[in-house]
């Protein structure tokens, strides 16, 4: 199986920050690393797909980068409901596999 | 618009066999574009993909649960369905079903989700 691992797992942040989240895979992965926001309670929502291709709907203040084993999400300026959890996530192979999560709180 | 909904129990006994049902609306289950899947999350940690159909049949599954797992499909009822045998309480958790999209290159995601169902294994 492919290891997913971000970090940090956590984050402090204040509205207006950029911020960045880490994606590393246990071996190359191409492009085929996806993003998703998941607030309390609620289903998690795509965000990027591709690494870089944004999700309709979603605001131009996410996005993605990366190739082979390194990946980032990066949110330009934060928004009050920017605060959730992060999950990337891996379609190179079966098992499909997702990271253990960034937590991104509010400083 | 796609929308995806699971029904089911919300308590099933160990031993026993999880079944949940994901009713898809906003389009059909037998369109070519999409692929079906089941995801899960137990309370507090991350997210686990189970397995993914087509309308044909056709079925991926982690191989971590292939050993417990059937998905299946009714296609006149719009419908798709996950059977988890001999639970325990390790499979208590959330299960979500999702469309799995497939892109020109072999990139695939999961989008959208239905809203989640708590399962939990208790006697």
Known sequence: DIQMTQS???LSASVGDRVTITCRASQGIANYLNWYQQK?????KLLIFATSSLQSGVPSRFSGSGSGTDFTL???SLQPEDFATYYCQQSYSIPYTFGQGTMLEIK | QLQLQESG?????????????CSVSGGFISSSSYYWGWIRQPPGKGLEWIGTIYYTGSTYYNPSLKSRVIISVDTSKNQFSLNLSSVTAADTAVYYCASHSWGATSNNWFDPWGQGTLVTVSS
């Open chain 1, 40 to 44: 309390p309670g609620k289903a998690p």
């Open chain 1, 8 to 10: 940090p797992s956590s």
């Open chain 2, 9 to 21: 129990p919300g308590l099933v006994k160990p031993s026993e066999t999880l079944s949940l049902t």
């Open chain 1, 74 to 76: 990066t949110i330009s």
